[in-house]
C-alpha cells in the first residue's frame, strides 16, 4: 500500500480497528514481545505502532528504559498519546514513514513489527531500518496474519472476490512466511544483519458475535478491496446468508494463523 492509503485507513478506523479484534491484535503482540526478551532498562522501538498495542505488552518489561513509536496514521498516534500519557517509562510517539525514519542508527536494544509487514510498500527496507535502529546483539521481531486468511470465511471471501473480477486487497492476505524469511537474510546494513532468523506459527480460532462485527473488522484493517463499494455490497450480502460462514448462532468463527519472526543483529559477514 502506498503511505498515503495506509494513512487514510487507518486514520478513518480510529478506535475501532484495535476494538475490532482486540483478542488478537493482543495475542499476537504478547507473543512477539516474548521474542524479544526485554529487559529493564532497554530502549524499545515500535515501528507501526498504531494505538500502542504493541508498546503496552512491552512497558511492564521495560522499568527505566525508552520507548519510541512511529506511526504514519496521525490519528492512531493520538490515541497512542492518550493511552499512554501517565505512563512512567513516558514513550515518544513520531509521525513517520517507518522504512524511512529519523531515529539515531544503533539507538534500540530491541524493535518490534506488529501487523505491519504487509503493508509496507517496502517491506524489506521496513526490516533493513529495524536492523539499522538496533545495536548488535539485540533482537528484530515481527508479527504477520498468515494463510489461510482468516480461516474458512476468508477463503470464502476470496474466491467470491476472484469470480467477480474483483482484484485482491494491496494488502497481502497469503503472507508467505518464506518471504519473509528471505527479505530478513537480505538485510545486511553498517556491517550489521539479521541472524539466528526463526519463524514460528501460532493458529488459534476467534470468532465475532455476527456477521457485521467480521466484515467491520476486515474493512478497519484495510483487508476489503477499495472503489468497489456496490460489489463488495453485495458479496457481503451473499456471505451473510452462507452458513459455510455464519455459524447456525449466528457467529463468524475463524482459525487465524499468525507467523512470528524473530532475529538477532550480528556483525555482517563479508564472506556469507
Given at each position: 500500500?502506498?503511505?498515503?492509503?495506509?494513512?487514510?485507513?487507518?486514520d478513518a478506523s480510529g478506535r475501532g480497528y484495535?476494538?475490532?479484534?482486540?483478542?488478537?491484535?493482543?495475542?499476537?503482540?504478547?507473543?512477539?514481545?516474548?521474542?524479544?526478551?526485554?529487559?529493564?532498562?532497554?530502549?524499545?522501538?515500535?515501528?507501526?505502532?498504531?494505538?500502542?498495542?504493541?508498546?503496552?505488552?512491552?512497558?511492564?518489561?521495560?522499568?527505566?528504559g525508552s520507548a519510541v513509536g512511529i506511526d504514519?496514521?496521525?490519528?492512531?498516534?493520538?490515541?497512542?498519546?492518550?493511552?499512554?500519557?501517565?505512563?512512567?517509562?513516558?514513550?515518544?510517539?513520531?509521525?513517520?514513514?517507518?522504512?524511512?525514519?529519523?531515529?539515531?542508527?544503533?539507538?534500540?536494544?530491541?524493535?518490534?513489527?506488529?501487523?505491519?509487514?504487509?503493508?509496507?510498500?517496502?517491506?524489506?527496507?521496513?526490516?533493513?531500518?529495524?536492523?539499522?535502529?538496533?545495536?548488535?546483539?539485540?533482537?528484530?521481531?515481527?508479527?504477520?496474519?498468515?494463510?489461510?486468511?482468516?480461516?474458512?470465511?476468508?477463503?470464502?471471501?476470496?474466491?467470491?472476490?476472484?469470480?467477480?473480477?474483483?482484484?485482491?486487497?494491496?494488502?497481502?492476505?497469503?503472507?508467505?512466511?518464506?518471504?519473509?524469511?528471505?527479505?530478513?537474510?537480505?538485510?545486511?546494513?553498517?556491517?550489521?544483519?539479521?541472524?539466528?532468523?526463526?519463524?514460528?506459527?501460532?493458529?488459534?480460532?476467534?470468532?465475532?458475535?455476527?456477521?457485521?462485527?467480521?466484515?467491520?473488522?476486515?474493512?478497519?484493517?484495510?483487508?476489503?478491496?477499495?472503489?468497489?463499494?456496490?460489489?463488495?455490497?453485495?458479496?457481503?450480502?451473499?456471505?451473510?446468508?452462507?452458513?459455510?460462514?455464519?455459524?447456525?448462532?449466528?457467529?463468524?468463527?475463524?482459525?487465524?494463523?499468525?507467523?512470528?519472526?524473530?532475529?538477532?543483529?550480528?556483525?555482517?559477514d563479508p564472506w556469507v
Open positions: 500500500m502506498r503511505n498515503e492509503d495506509i494513512a487514510g485507513t487507518f484495535e476494538s475490532s479484534a482486540l483478542e488478537l491484535i493482543n495475542l499476537a503482540a504478547a507473543e512477539l514481545v516474548e521474542r524479544l526478551n526485554l529487559t529493564s532498562g532497554d530502549d524499545f522501538v515500535d515501528l507501526g505502532c498504531g494505538a500502542g498495542a504493541l508498546m503496552a505488552q512491552a512497558e511492564p518489561r521495560l522499568g527505566q504514519l496514521s496521525r490519528v492512531q498516534l493520538e490515541l497512542a498519546r492518550e493511552r499512554f500519557r501517565l505512563s512512567p517509562i513516558q514513550p515518544r510517539f513520531v509521525q513517520e514513514d517507518a522504512a524511512a525514519n529519523g531515529l539515531r542508527n544503533r539507538s534500540a536494544d530491541a524493535v518490534g513489527l506488529g501487523l505491519v509487514l504487509p503493508y509496507a510498500d517496502r517491506p524489506q527496507q521496513l526490516l533493513k531500518e529495524a536492523t539499522r535502529l538496533t545495536r548488535l546483539g539485540g533482537r528484530v521481531a515481527a508479527t504477520v496474519i498468515g494463510s489461510p486468511f482468516f480461516g474458512g470465511p476468508g477463503t470464502r471471501l476470496l474466491g467470491l472476490l476472484e469470480r467477480r473480477g474483483v482484484a485482491w486487497p494491496e494488502v497481502e492476505l497469503q503472507y508467505d512466511p518464506r518471504e519473509a524469511v528471505r527479505l530478513a537474510l537480505l538485510c545486511e546494513v553498517e556491517d550489521r544483519r539479521l541472524d539466528d532468523v526463526t519463524i514460528e506459527e501460532i493458529e488459534r480460532e476467534f470468532w465475532w458475535d455476527d456477521f457485521d462485527a467480521w466484515w467491520r473488522m476486515l474493512k478497519l484493517f484495510g483487508f476489503l478491496p477499495q472503489g468497489r463499494e456496490r460489489v463488495m455490497d453485495s458479496i457481503g450480502r451473499d456471505m451473510s446468508e452462507d452458513d459455510r460462514v455464519v455459524d447456525a448462532d449466528g457467529k463468524v468463527r475463524c482459525a487465524v494463523r499468525i507467523w512470528l519472526l524473530s532475529a538477532t543483529v550480528r556483525e555482517g
